[in-house]
């Protein structure tokens, strides 16, 4: 037996493939699962099916896809239809979708074999062809809970965030235009919760992200351009975690915690205020909503650029009303404060000037009665307001610039959906789907295909994919984060379509 849920992970460096990709041309055939909704399987010589996919331009949805005519309703039946056939909605690459009002996944009931997949073609690498598609929304649409992309899980009438598992996203593209009131995306989820490889931007909203996965969760390489903020974080979910962070030209903050449950990670980030700041822009804004709740924030390996003729005396880097904050290999640029919170400050060093970096090595601040150890020794100075910093910060420290690949892939060397290079357990080595025989072993086939993907002397050597439906066994490939990033910062390209 075969069965695959279709969840596809880059972590860190490695790849887990359990991906939908096939080449039906030659090998092994079975027949379409049955469960499959009738409208789409009366398509089955179309739609990519044994791939997986319900590719969203072809019948029966036939969405355009030309950035001109409305594909609300298109997308949206191709999004519930995917998810009852258990399969992922696909995007071709180059295509732009216009929507005008909210894109829903809404799972109804708790499952950790399905969730609402979808997955765009083309890619940002060297290597591709085609860009990844956009989701465009429409200019004053109105739009549902103000998020474009809702991902959520609503159980007998009440949100369950904690339950909410299998959610994806995957090298999807999103353009907000001018909705000023509107989030980008929300996906308030857990286990196989993940937001991969999206870019965000417009003429005006809210957020880009407003709620992360947590608890199991993960959301990496993701890039937010305008907006009152990059990243809103007001749900209480286990410690939300995020690499590859970049924020560009936010008005009010680049990162907004409201409420979270252990501190919001994020592992390689770069966030810039826009050219001109307010004198309450701040990087990193944490704000005391609930005092039962936490709004911590821990951000390894990154840089912070404050813009401005000079260094106004609330330029801000970090402000904390009541959140823990944790630093380490942090650069700082044209605050005059690292760190402000309710009884204490970090002043940036004696002499320092908006064109020079402030290094910090460990900074470790707490504000909720807790107590901070270093080495055996109890270093609080009370039980309200600790603040630790090792190293001393340092001045004119050149900037790495790895920052956004150190913590997650390169996604110019991650192969496309498309490709032609991804091998298939079932099509070419004969591992049987559930739907056809769910009692047998199809260890070997699955092991043998392990070990082709990975021997360079085989013909099946790149990639290496597991049918739809679940599966017990995975395999990691190793994905080199190699090429390292700018030694500067630059405005970040906004995405135009023709």
Known sequence: ????????????????L?????????????????????????????????KGFVDVTLPPYNASGDCLSDDSAALQSAVTDAYNARMTVFLPGGKCFLLSRQLTFLQLWRSRALGFQIAGGGGKGPRSLQRPPILKLKDNSLVADNIFLLFRLVQNGTISESEHYNSRIRNVDIDLGNNPTVSGLSMSGAQQCSIEDVTIWGESFYAGINGLPGSGGFSVNVNVSGGDYGLVQSQFRPNPSICGLVLQGQRNAGVLVNISRGPVVVSGFRIESSL???DSYRAVHLINVDAYKDNSFSGEDGSIWIHGDKMAPGAVAIDSAGGDVVLKNVFVKGASQVLRNANSQVQVPPHTTADNWVHIGVLVATTSGGQMWSDDTNISRDRNDTTFVDP????????????LTKHSWNYSLVPTWQSKNVIDVSVDYGATPQWVNCTDDDGARIQQAIADSCNPASDKYVAGSLGRGRSRRHWHRHIPTEGAGPTHLSPLPVPTVP
């Not at 037996?1 to 887990?16: D, E, F, K, N, Q």
């Open 392 to 403: 001393p910060l340092r001045v004119d420290v050149p900037l790495p610039g790895n920052f």
């Open 18 to 50: 359990c991906t939908f990709n096939i080449a039906t041309s030659s090998g092994f055939s079975f027949p379409p699962d049955p469960a499959t909704p009738p409208q789409l399987l009366a398509h089955k010589d179309v739609q990519p099916l044994n």
């Open 1 to 16: 037996m075969t069965s695959v849920s279709g969840m596809h992970r880059w972590m860190a460096g490695y790849v887990l």
């Open 276 to 278: 001109q700041p307010s």
